[in-house]
T-cell receptor, first 115, second 113 residues
Framework: EPEVTQTPSHQVTQMGQEVILRCVPISNHLYFYWYRQILGQKVEFLVSFYNNEISEKSEIFDDQFSVERPDGSNFTLKIRSTKLEDSAMYFC?????????????FGPGTRLLVL | AQSVTQLGSHVSVSEGALVLLRCNYSSSVPPYLFWYVQYPNQGLQLLLKYTSAATLVKGINGFEAEFKKSETSFHLTKPSAHMSDAAEYFCAVSYNQGGKLIFGQGTELSVKP
């Protein structure tokens, strides 16, 4: 099973500040995803990223969000001006092959708290 | 809009009892179906997936799920619950390989001694 790490595990920030969440796959992958889970709610898709381009994004993924792969390894999610409602657990996922089927494998998440 | 419904936000069973977690999806086209488990303070771990190869899918930790097209369901079962099964379980669908996952709202499983 492919391994994914995320940093930081927890982040507390003030409203209006920028945050960068990082995802580091252990091996080479081309397809990445970000999801978020607001406390008590379902996991929601934010964006998928393939071959250094956004392939799909949700309505949640507005102009305050951006993704990039700055060094060919890390995959980052940037929130430019955080809002209270951005407080959530953010999960990175990568696409791996399991039993001949492409499957998403998730990192442990970053818990973001906006005050 | 495509959606996934998990009946019961909380299910409680006794140790050794049958576990049944329900999942229904809304689609005329059979999707790819997944069950993920989330233990406290951890990420999402893949339990099993349906890919049209077989309607009964076996996963890790003794779990299995059966795809029923006529009922648009993919319920998760385990014959005998163990204390370590206590976690949150998420059903998810995707309509193409590598496409976004659409999650249900999750079911929290409690196991009583």
């Amino acid at each position: 099973e492919p391994e994914v790490t995320q940093t930081p595990s927890h982040q507390v920030t003030q409203m209006g500040q920028e945050v960068i969440l990082r995802c580091v796959p252990i091996s080479n992958h081309l397809y990445f995803y970000w999801y978020r889970q607001i406390l008590g709610q379902k996991v929601e898709f934010l964006v998928s990223f393939y071959n250094n381009e956004i392939s799909e994004k949700s309505e949640i993924f507005d102009d305050q969000f951006s993704v990039e792969r700055p060094d060919g390894s890390n995959f980052t999610l940037k929130i430019r001006s955080t809002k209270l409602e951005d407080s959530a657990m953010y999960f990175c996922a990568i696409l791996g092959l399991a039993g001949g089927v492409e499957t998403q494998y998730f990192g442990p998440g970053t818990r973001l708290l906006v005050l | 809009a495509q959606s996934v419904t998990q009946l019961g936000s909380h299910v409680s069973v006794s140790e050794g009892a049958l576990v049944l977690l329900r999942c229904n999806y809304s689609s005329s086209v059979p999707p790819y179906l997944f069950w993920y488990v989330q233990y406290p303070n951890q990420g999402l771990q893949l339990l099993l997936k349906y890919t049209s190869a077989a309607t009964l899918v076996k996963g890790i930790n003794g779990f299995e799920a059966e795809f029923k097209k006529s009922e648009t369901s993919f319920h998760l079962t385990k014959p005998s619950a163990h204390m370590s099964d206590a976690a949150e379980y998420f059903c998810a669908v995707s309509y193409n390989q590598g496409g976004k996952l659409i999650f249900g709202q999750g079911t929290e499983l409690s196991v009583k001694p």
